[in-house]
């Protein structure tokens, strides 16, 4: 055992057994470099990582890899998920380097922490034009020993390369309509109009930007907008990027079709296409759009709902990170999918002969196969004709049936706050749209977790906890930022306000902890952590929102539940990115750009006051604000002076009944008792 026996995180744990001597992310690892003369091997991969578990196999349970590692190098482990800063650093000196990235990450580094030569994966013996590791490892201790000046020289220049990077858009006016609109038809242009989507292979889920597209429509009436999204939601939920057993999203497809999938299923995926899929069918369920689509969109939400429900939560009631895309395919060897792919005759083995002739057609399975070796990913093809909905059931509840009995994937227990503060989004919204209470209280139930084991008394976050024991990693911007969305979407649909007292909290260091006072941008690490090489700021969204801009989010939700006017002046402060990038690149800030539709249409107010929050009238009121499409909307509800939402003061009853109220940019609307005049003034 080497000394990441003692660490929590799942994928450091899987490295614990290595012959390599991996020290954690520590002063300490520096030290040992700088006190025996010896650089640094940083690498960096996660638990769900397929070529991280290949690069481990072939070359860090080698003893003779691990014998020259051991001598030559101190060598550091760190799981990108924990140290997401750590991560950011480093990647984003391997891309201006050699113009890619990826994980495995493999950066030499001096005692100084200061990078020098990169890659990503590396080989046990030279392919394709890449060194083997080996070679890679010579070639460093070569130049370590002979060529000292030259490494010290080339780690200098990169170093003040990446200080050069500092962003300063926060000063910037925020997006209008003339950006949302060159944002919109920068998209257009990059669409797939044949299979859905943007790009090509490989081909990602663009939760963020369909949800742009959701609000644009909502707010400009843009048909294009609505289109782009609903097609390409339908075309993913039919591809094979979801699991038409299951329920839940592969992180991505390999093909441009969405066929075959890149199987690790990450919490953050689920919890934003959930969302989005919840959102879909909410824009869509009054007016029947694209036959039948709002109803995929709610099977949808839902299964991913349960899918993470199912298999995500941890016994402490918060959500894990991933499902490893590798698992046992039943000789003992870890294969990619083998859980997931089916042939004919399994599918006879499990169904007899005539159900699987209909299985076979409905889900798409060939002899030939759509994977590897004559096996087929489960999809949903279109067909002519009318299937037996009982016996399509059927099918799919003894396929899945029998799927359990194979080796499951690996899970990776670790708790991410800000993964965990999108899944409380999500499951909150999901729950009350579709009336699963259980939904509901599953969201609370991470979010009591977040509060009693992330939140110290300070409400400073930690960003992991496994097991209920919490990490010792601080929190970054991401953490807070998406963490108060889920609180404040939790709040509106539960009416307690503790939800918004808590998201408060955690604004508060934003403002005070995460934003340059000057200029108004953000960075990723507080001003009071760890100092790296470079102190990280990325306002792209990847694959999750960047910190920068699900806090420009969160900021502007709490201004308009609370008037606080410092969180609305940061939120705008902080679109200024979007302003600059939105027309330019829109499909990296597509929640930058759904947070500009929200302040452009306001956002809208909604205080629902009823006698009591069980009240049917009320509930229906309730539920009637909470499906309004106006972007970003924010709801409370409550009782006629109560003080758990600042949006409930001076808010009576309207002759004894409940009634809703809509404000928006300092004007409010006449109140209401009448649910379709309120739906009417929500875009309803």
Same mark, same amino acid.
């Given at each position: ?482 963490? &108060?969305?889920?609180?404040? $979407?939790? #709040?509106? @649909?539960?009416?307690? +306000? !503790? ?6 909290? /955690? *604004? ?116 009637? &604000?909470?499906?309004?499409? $106006?972007? #970003?909307? @924010?709801?409370?509800? +409550? !009782? ?6 600042? /949006? *409930? ?36």
């Amino acid at each position: 055992m080497n000394r990441l026996a003692h660490e929590t995180s799942p994928y450091l744990l899987q490295h614990a057994d290595n012959p390599v001597d991996w020290w954690p992310w520590s002063t300490e690892a520096f030290e040992e470099a700088r006190k025996t003369n010896r650089p640094v091997l940083l690498s960096v991969g996660y638990s769900s990582c397929h070529w991280c578990h290949v690069m481990a196999h072939e070359s860090f349970e080698d003893q003779e890899t691990a014998d020259f590692l051991n001598e030559h190098f101190v060598s550091v482990k760190v799981d990108r998920e924990e140290r997401p800063d750590v991560d950011a650093v480093y990647m984003e000196a391997v891309q201006a380097a050699t113009g890619q990235g990826g994980w495995p990450m493999t950066v030499f580094l001096t005692p100084d922490a200061e990078p020098f030569y990169f890659g990503t994966y590396f080989p046990p013996a030279p392919r394709h034009g890449s060194p083997s590791f080996r070679q890679v490892l010579e070639g460093v201790r070569a130049a370590w020993t002979d060529r000292r000046d030259e490494v010290a020289e080339v780690a200098g220049k990169i170093v003040r390369d990446l200080a050069q990077r500092e962003i300063s858009y926060g000063d910037a006016q925020v997006p209008g309509d003339e950006e949302q609109a060159r944002a919109l038809l920068g998209l257009t242009r990059e669409y797939d109009a044949q299979r859905g989507g943007f790009g090509g292979a490989p081909k990602f889920p663009p939760s963020m930007v369909v949800e742009f597209l959701l609000r644009h429509h909502a707010r400009t009436g843009a048909e294009g907008a609505l289109q782009m999204a609903a097609d390409t939601c339908e075309r993913m939920a039919r591809g094979g990027i979801y699991d038409q057993l299951g329920g839940g999203f592969a992180r991505y497809s390999v093909d441009r079709e969405w066929v075959v999938p890149h199987f690790e299923k990450m919490l953050y995926d689920n919890a934003l296409l959930c969302r989005v899929y919840a959102h879909l069918w909410r824009a869509t369920a009054r007016d029947g759009v694209a036959n039948g689509l709002s109803e995929l969109a709610r099977r949808v939400a839902l299964e991913t709902a349960d899918f993470m429900v199912r298999e995500l939560r941890t016994n402490e009631g918060g959500f894990a990170s991933a499902l490893d895309a590798d698992s046992d395919d039943g000789s003992g060897k870890h294969v990619e999918g083998a859980y997931y792919v089916w042939t004919p005759q399994q599918l006879a083995e499990v169904l007899g002969a005539e159900d699987a002739a209909l299985a076979a057609h409905y889900f798409g399975v060939t002899e030939e196969g759509t994977f590897e070796h004559g096996q087929s990913v489960l999809q949903l093809p279109q067909h002519e004709g009318v299937f037996d909905a009982d016996k399509i059931a059927s099918v799919r509840e003894r396929l899945l049936r029998a799927r359990a009995e194979r080796p499951a994937p690996g899970r990776d227990d670790k708790v991410v706050a800000a993964w965990n503060g999108l899944a409380v989004a999500a499951l909150a919204e999901t729950g009350a749209y579709f009336d699963r209470p259980d939904l509901v209280e599953a969201a609370t139930g991470a979010a009591d977790l977040l509060v009693r084991l992330h939140l110290d008394e300070q409400a400073r976050l930690s960003r992991t906890s496994k097991d209920g024991q919490v990490g010792a990693n601080a929190g970054v911007l991401e953490d807070y930022a998406d963490v &108060a969305e889920g609180f404040l $979407a939790l #709040g509106s @649909v539960t009416g307690e +306000g !503790v939800w918004l007292e808590f998201a408060g909290f /955690l *604004l508060d260091h934003v403002l005070a902890r995460f934003v340059d006072a000057e200029s108004g941008s953000l960075y990723d690490t507080a001003a009071d952590a760890e100092q790296l090489i470079r102190r990280p700021q990325d306002p792209t969204d990847n694959a999750t929102p960047s910190g920068w801009t699900a806090a420009a989010g969160a900021l502007l939700s709490y201004a308009a539940q609370t008037g606080a006017e410092p969180h609305r002046a940061a939120a705008e402060r902080a679109l200024g990115v979007v302003k600059a990038l939105g027309p330019r690149v829109p499909r990296f800030i597509g929640w930058g750009l759904a947070v500009a539709e929200a302040l452009l249409d306001g956002p809208r107010e909604v205080a629902v006051v009823g006698p009591a929050l069980d009240d049917e009238a009320t509930k229906a009121l309730h539920r009637t &604000a909470l499906l309004g499409i $106006a972007p #970003g909307a @924010v709801v409370a509800v +409550g !009782v006629p002076g109560s003080e758990e939402f600042p /949006l *409930l003061a001076d808010r009576p009853l309207v002759g004894g009944e409940p009634a809703a109220y809509v404000c928006r940019n300092f004007t409010c609307d006449a109140p209401t008792t009448d649910q379709e005049r309120l739906r009417g003034a929500l875009g309803g």
